[in-house]
């Protein structure tokens, strides 16, 4: 009986390293920081079923799943699919998740995103003003009249950089507030375009 137990245990055990299980991180635009960190730490936590074994220079992950990075549109894109069940995790920066856990800021009125955990605090985030040289603009208040790109649609850039743009610029019209995905807004500068 004992024997039957061992043996049926066992089969288990195989017949569940054959299922193919993924583990999806949502990450950014693959332009950005998120998508190639994503990628990074995907390739650690994988070890999926047939893979070589750690000490044979194979995965040294978790035994079975694959994970993969997925690009996206970033913080609030990624808290959305977590939430709907598209994403097992997801890049967030800690404002956004803070605001969905508490449905305050962009989720006031929403409800919560109960779900949602922190795994780990990868970095500080910085965001940085980059204008062309013969741009004319050495501070904020110089986007006066200017085009100006922040990031694309659901990025924590997007909603993080825009309030504090706007309260510094109050009183100074931009030409322009462009929307677009950071590889764009990169070739958009070299074109003379913002």
Same mark, same amino acid.
């Given at each position: 009986?004992?024997?039957?137990?061992?043996?049926?245990?066992?089969?288990?055990?195989?017949?569940?390293?054959?299922?193919?299980?993924?583990?999806?991180?949502?990450?950014?635009?693959?332009?950005?920081?998120?998508?190639?960190?994503?990628? +990074? $730490? &995907? *390739?650690?936590?994988?070890?999926?079923?047939?893979?070589? %074994?750690?000490?044979?220079? /194979?995965?040294?992950? #978790?035994?079975?799943?694959?994970?993969?990075?997925?690009?996206?549109?970033?913080?609030?894109?990624?808290?959305?699919?977590?939430?709907?069940?598209?994403?097992?995790?997801?890049?967030?920066?800690?404002?956004?998740?803070?605001?969905?856990?508490?449905?305050?800021?962009?989720?006031?009125?929403?409800?919560?995103?109960?779900?949602?955990? +922190? $795994? &780990? *605090?990868?970095?500080?985030?910085?965001?940085?003003?980059? %204008?062309?040289?013969?741009? /004319?603009?050495?501070? #904020?208040?110089?986007?006066?009249?200017?085009?100006?790109?922040?990031?694309?649609?659901?990025?924590?850039?997007?909603?993080?950089?825009?309030?504090?743009?706007?309260?510094?610029?109050?009183?100074?019209?931009?030409?322009?507030?462009?929307?677009?995905?950071?590889?764009?807004?990169?070739?958009?500068?070299?074109?003379?375009?913002?």
């Amino acid at each position: 009986m004992a024997g039957a137990a061992i043996a049926v245990g066992l089969m288990f055990q195989f017949a569940a390293a054959q299922d193919m299980k993924f583990f999806h991180i949502g990450t950014g635009g693959t332009a950005g920081t998120y998508y190639p960190i994503g990628g +990074l $730490i &995907a *390739n650690a936590i994988s070890n999926p079923p047939g893979s070589r %074994a750690c000490n044979e220079g /194979g995965s040294c992950g #978790v035994p079975g799943p694959i994970a993969t990075a997925v690009a996206s549109n970033g913080s609030v894109g990624n808290v959305n699919s977590i939430n709907g069940g598209t994403l097992e995790a997801g890049f967030s920066q800690s404002d956004v998740a803070y605001w969905a856990q508490t449905g305050t800021g962009l989720w006031e009125g929403q409800p919560t995103v109960e779900k949602l955990r +922190l $795994i &780990a *605090n990868l970095y500080p985030e910085s965001i940085h003003l980059v %204008a062309r040289k013969d741009a /004319g603009i050495a501070s #904020v208040a110089d986007l006066k009249g200017k085009k100006v790109s922040l990031d694309e649609p659901g990025s924590g850039t997007l909603l993080l950089i825009a309030p504090e743009l706007v309260s510094t610029l109050i009183g100074v019209a931009i030409l322009a507030l462009i929307v677009e995905r950071q590889s764009l807004a990169g070739r958009a500068l070299a074109l003379d375009e913002i």
